[in-house]
T-cell receptor, first 117, second 112 residues
Framework: EAEVAQSPRYKITEKSQAVAFWCDPI?????LYWYRQILGQGPELLVQ????????DSQLPKDRFSAERLKGVDSTLKIQPAELGDSAMYLC???????????????FGPGTRLTVL | SQQGEEDPQALSIQEGENATMNCSYK?????LQWYRQNSGRGLVHLIL?????REKHSGRLRVTLDTSKKSSSLLITASRAADTASYFC????????????FGSGTQLTVLP
């Protein structure tokens, strides 16, 4: 069964350092999402891509976070510089996304657990 | 911001019992979905119910939706220890069928 791949699974960094997370969605999925999940809370959407275009990045802290999906396939989320409050699980999800106004099932990767010291 | 609020925050039951979790939301929706998350893992989609539907079943899962009360419930029948996980409701607002806002989740523990 096809899965969403994410790497690394765990990342420990010091504040002010740069970190990057990678996501490879299920083949053929046009829509890709990055979420942040703080322990004990539900995921919060950071950015949504439709193919290579950003659909929604209204909750992305753009002073330090950036995301790209250059060829409309895999994606990278970067934080520079990392702050203590960025410690969280970063989840990537993908969906078929071919018909914008129809509901879609999102398939999640295992996530990257980030700890900022 | 969290659109949905699950109730209860935590639920502990014996194997074989039924588990009911509730979700309330604030704005009009296109659809509501339930997801499950095992500790430290990604989320798994369980079931989707559209705003014009009132009830859906999938195996041991039963979901109801009351748009007049802006609430939904997830019932897991004949629970098993393997059902132990966090359960989240997620809503897609009217006009955006797929941009999900997740609630804060219910932690279900099924004791063997």
């Amino acid at each position: 069964e096809a899965e969403v791949a994410q790497s690394p699974r765990y990342k420990i960094t010091e504040k002010s350092q740069a970190v990057a997370f990678w996501c490879d969605p299920i083949s053929g999925h046009a829509t890709l999402y990055w979420y942040r999940q703080i322990l004990g809370q539900g995921p919060e959407l950071l950015v949504q891509f439709q193919d290579e275009s950003v659909v929604d990045d209204s909750q992305l802290p753009k002073d330090r976070f950036s995301a790209e999906r250059l060829k409309g396939v895999d994606s990278t989320l970067k934080i520079q510089p990392a702050e203590l409050g960025d410690s969280a699980m970063y989840l990537c999800a993908s969906s078929l996304g071919h018909r914008t106004f129809l509901p879609d099932t999102q398939y999640f990767g295992p996530g990257t657990r980030l700890t900022v010291l | 911001s969290q659109q949905g609020e699950e109730d209860p925050q935590a639920l502990s039951i014996q194997e074989g019992e039924n588990a009911t979790m509730n979700c309330s939301y604030k704005t009009s929706i296109n659809n509501l979905q339930w997801y499950r998350q095992n500790s430290g893992r990604g989320l798994v989609h369980l079931i989707l119910i559209r705003s014009n539907e009132r009830e859906k079943h999938s195996g041991r899962l039963r979901v109801t939706l009351d748009t007049s009360k802006k609430s939904s419930s997830l019932l897991i029948t004949a629970s098993r220890a393997a059902d132990t996980a966090s359960y989240f409701c997620a809503t897609a607002p009217s006009g955006s069928a797929r941009q999900l806002t997740f609630g804060s989740g219910t932690q279900l523990t099924v004791l063997p």
